[in-house]
């Protein structure tokens, strides 16, 4: 594909968000591909008629196309199985390390047209203000020459080493919390599990802390209609569309949920009081305050105007619970859903929440 024949694609921008089929078959390696985002683009891209070439250790199992094909290999540097082979498009899901970044962008420079690295919200921390958009520029890019000191300050690296390799060619996707089926972080999926199984449910935060997350299916199918349009830039992809708050969440999210056993929610909206019990965050809410204070209101305008879409909550909760029940997750990892918020820590916070406003009541 030529430069020319890759800014005709701009057009066709809306076209694709309408789910039109694409102007041709494109030819996309994935770095990674059996994750979390892997696994939704590859069915997604392979249902749009383009073929598609997974890289990774080989270690995990997902449910792809069987026309994918396969390369084995390790992004700290066993590359041999890029050092042939063209592709029209590179999608970098696992490039958490800028050395990593800059190995594989560096190989694939000549032999691939479009580079689509899968970076985060993260680069914008700390988040000291509301209304964050990409023109911020990320806080952490720290000395090259030191290791990163988080997820973040890593991503924001990486983010240079794909557009050093790849100049004008890039798209930088920064996402928000990422839900829905298939969650291999296993955060989410926390809170349809909780409601189902009733009973009095700790709610952290204030009711109106706003919250933000995407749809991993509304991210990477928009993600491949921005293949399609070889569409360059950085944008930040969130959602919903309508903010929302954590109180309408947790209804909406009940509603969705249905189910025979009551809920009843006691709501924490002392954030001393939970950091204090380990508990700072709890997908997708977190305490929005100091660092955190614009966590939740990261603009994604651009991604809009580019045809991101987003699916009701409801459809989410519903086709995340049925990936929950289906047999994919292993007990000990359901058993731990939600990190922080453990069946035993709920019920140590809750008790320790009530014997306080008893303390201040009786005072």
Not at 12 to 28: H, K
Not at 29 to 54: C, K, W
Not at 341 to 351: F, G, I, Q, R, S
Request: with cysteine.
């Amino acid at each position: 594909m030529t430069i020319s024949e890759r800014e005709s694609f701009g057009p066709l921008i809306a076209s694709a968000s309408r789910s039109n089929a694409p102007s041709r078959p494109l030819n996309i390696l994935i770095l990674g591909g059996t994750g979390f985002l892997g696994p939704h683009q590859a069915r997604y891209a392979v249902e749009r008629g383009h073929t598609v070439t997974v890289f990774n250790r080989g270690r995990k199992h997902a449910d792809l196309p069987t026309s994918v094909r396969h390369l084995r290999g390790e992004r700290k540097g066993r590359l041999d199985a890029l050092k042939t082979g063209s592709w029209d498009a590179v999608i970098d899901n696992s490039g958490t390390n800028p050395d990593w970044v800059r190995m594989s962008a560096g190989l694939l420079r000549d032999r691939a047209e479009f580079y689509m690295y899968v970076s985060s919200t993260g680069v914008y921390f700390p988040y000291l203000a509301n209304r964050i958009d990409e023109s911020e520029t990320p806080v952490l890019v720290e000395d090259p020459t030191k290791a990163c000191s988080s997820l973040g300050a890593c991503k924001a690296r990486s983010e240079i080493e794909a557009e050093k390799a790849f100049p004008q060619r890039t798209c930088i996707v920064r996402p928000h919390y990422i839900v829905g089926p298939g969650d291999s972080t296993y955060r989410f999926p926390y809170w349809p599990d909780r409601i189902e199984r009733g009973g009095e449910v700790l709610a952290p935060g204030r009711m109106m802390d706003a919250v933000q997350y995407v749809d991993v299916r509304d991210l990477t199918e928009w993600m491949i209609r921005m293949i399609e349009a070889a569409a360059t830039g950085i944008y930040n992809v969130a959602g919903p569309r309508t903010p929302i708050s954590m109180v309408e969440f947790l209804t909406q999210l009940q509603a969705s949920v249905g189910g025979s056993k009551p809920v009843h929610f006691t709501w924490i909206d002392d954030y001393d009081f939970l950091a204090s019990h380990g508990i700072d965050e709890a997908v997708p809410w977190a305490p929005l305050r100091g660092d955190n204070l614009g966590f939740a209101s990261i603009k994604f305008d651009k991604a809009l105007e580019r045809g991101l879409t987003h699916r009701p909550l409801a459809e989410t909760v519903r086709d995340t619970l049925a990936w929950w029940h289906s047999g994919a997750v292993p007990a000990e990892r359901k058993a731990n859903a939600g990190g922080v918020l453990t069946p035993d820590k709920e019920a140590e916070v809750l008790a320790a929440w009530k014997r306080r406003r008893a303390a201040i009541f009786n005072a």
